[in-house]
């Protein structure tokens, strides 16, 4: 690995206290930095590069020296082409590392918590830099392990010369992800984890593995809770997980070079890790031009989520599952950011029907029929919102992330579980770190990760400022977080927190997490048209849609 230290690090790393812990590969020497105990870069598996491509995760070598732990490990390979502030540059498949964040002084013996963060991107993008947990570590006196997992064509990758293999299939990321989860049943104890009281938390991508590990028997006992943040609506989605992956797998080498009679195992795993990322975008453009996710594969995941879901083959655990406001406005200014034109009144309507017919269904939630965007244009007026380019983003974000991805996952999830805990994140006026276009970002995607995780600047992106009230709203939901993950419920019993209620179906009620003050709020349903979404999904006409005037 190249030496990327450079002379702060070496300062800092030369000045801050050590400290040592054994796992079971060999022993790794932290920092004691700002009152937490920090391992950083851990392989939990080896590299999964030359024959290990496309092949389920493995034990790393072992090593009998304290191996320096003190900065990230690399990220999987991929190009920060999706949106500013999002994704990084690397072209090493070389990832599989994780880290470890503990309270000062915690050891063997402490059992606290374990908190297991699984960061985001698209299952293209992403990694755990730059999500630093010292505040959820400190504040909530938990220990929480984040990892990078393997991504795009290099961790979801389909093609019959490799599925023809004596191995599971498809889903290399997810493997990766439970790789680390064994890792933590395993050496957790060491660093003063508690191995029985484990919670997997992610956003976006992160949230929708989540969702995967949920359904897999693989991952069944390695955690106890789970936490969604904007997990996108793929888990109600049947279709794409049942299409024929392996076609893609070819034609993407083909579009690498690699002429079809010459796709054999060995060949494939000889293509340069540059040529798989080029023929995966669209002539460098953020564009992907083949779709790769999550696949059924029979083991990993036995079949479609939403039949998994509905059927309740899922671990009945205590779930937090939520979204932000103003989802889609993110999606949009990365549209805006790109094209450099915002939507104009008079190409509202037929944008709107565009995206409704073009978008990938995780996004949009359902594809609207030609004879029902009237009742959309309907229920969003341009006239009500600040510009064109906001009308479009509520509508798709109602739609897909809020009314067919959380309210619905909710009410399903409710049918089986008591405890489930909806949330709805509100914070439109703090500063983002991308740039500005022409409307407001609002509380978009990825908006509540700052709160969590003060300092996140974007995913590599600059880190803003908070206001004594960003600063209040952080702690009170950092002290909803880390409350679950100690007793599987957000309340704590602490007279500054409010309670937050389980879902009751018949108030649909939520946490509203905002400023000045998070409450409890009712109906959440009715203020995104999320009966009305149903309608659409469900192929009703549109006098069924007016249910939830009535």
């Known amino acids: 690995m190249a030496d990327r230290r450079n002379n702060t690090d070496r300062f800092y790393w030369e000045t801050a206290p050590h400290v040592t812990a054994m796992t079971e590969h060999g022993p790794v020497r932290g920092l004691v930095v700002d009152g937490t105990q920090r391992f950083l870069g851990i392989p939990y598996a080896a590299p999964p590069v030359g024959p290990l491509r496309w092949r389920p995760p493995v034990a790393p070598v072992s090593w009998r020296h304290p191996r320096d732990a003190f900065e990230y490990g690399n990220v999987c390979a991929q190009i920060n082409r999706f949106c500013p502030g999002l994704g990084f540059s690397s072209n090493t498949e070389d990832c599989l590392y994780l880290n470890v964040y503990s309270p000062e002084g915690a050891a063997e013996g402490a059992n606290l918590p374990v908190m297991v963060w699984i960061p985001g991107g698209g299952l293209i993008l992403g990694g755990s830099t730059g999500y630093n947990p010292s505040a959820l570590v400190k504040q909530g006196e938990v220990v929480v392990v984040s990892m990078n997992y393997r991504l795009n064509v290099f961790g979801f990758f389909s093609h019959p010369a490799i599925n023809a293999e004596d191995h599971e299939i498809g889903n290399y990321g997810l493997m990766d992800q439970q790789a680390a989860l064994l890792w933590i049943q395993a050496n957790i104890g060491r660093f003063g984890g508690d191995k029985q009281n484990v919670t997997i938390f992610g956003e976006s991508a992160g949230g929708l593995s989540v969702w995967c590990q949920m359904v897999s028997p693989r991952s069944q006992g390695l955690f106890h809770k789970a936490i969604v943040q904007s997990g996108t609506s793929h888990a109600l989605i049947s279709t794409p997980y049942t299409r024929d ?20 195992s060995d060949a494939l795993r000889a293509v340069p890790t540059s040529d798989l990322l080029g023929a995966s975008f669209a002539d460098g453009k953020p564009q992907l031009i083949y779709e790769i996710f999550h696949t059924v594969d ?19 655990i205590p779930v937090i599952n939520g979204t932000n406001r103003n989802e889609f406005n993110w999606f949009q200014a990365c549209v805006e950011l790109e094209t450099g034109q915002p939507i104009t009144d008079a190409g509202y309507e037929a944008v709107l029907a565009t995206s409704f017919a073009q978008l990938p269904l995780d996004l949009v939630g359902a594809r609207v029929p030609s004879d029902r965007l009237s009742d959309v244009i309907a229920r969003y007026p341009r006239s009500e919102f600040g510009s064109a380019s906001e009308a479009v983003a509520t509508a798709i974000g109602d739609s897909g992330f809020i009314g067919a991805g959380n309210h619905r996952m909710n009410r399903l999830l409710r049918s089986y579980v008591d405890d489930v805990y909806a949330y709805e994140f509100d914070a439109p006026n703090s500063l983002t770190p991308w740039p500005a276009v022409s409307f407001p970002y609002g509380s978009c995607h990825t908006k509540e990760l700052q709160y969590l995780f003060p300092g996140f ?61 998070c409450r409890e709020i009712e109906r959440f349903g009715q203020g995104h048209h999320c009966d009305f979404w149903d309608g659409i999904a469900a192929g009703e006409p549109g006098a069924a849609c007016q249910l939830e005037d009535a």
């Open 298 to 316: 029979g083991d990993v995941l036995p079949a479609p989520l939403l039949d998994l879901y509905a059927s309740g083959r899922f671990a009945r």
């Open 245 to 264: 992956l392996a076609v893609t797998g070819t034609n993407l080498l083909r579009a690498a070079g690699v002429a079809d009679q010459n796709q054999t």
């Open 457 to 517: 600047g974007g995913g590599g992106g600059h880190a803003v400022s908070f206001t004594e009230a960003d600063a209040t709203l952080s702690a009170e939901m950092i002290g909803f977080w880390t409350s679950f993950a100690h007793r599987g419920t957000p309340n704590s019993g602490s007279s500054l927190l409010p309670m937050w209620n389980p879902l009751d179906p018949s108030r649909d009620n939520a946490m509203l997490l905002a400023i000045p003050e």
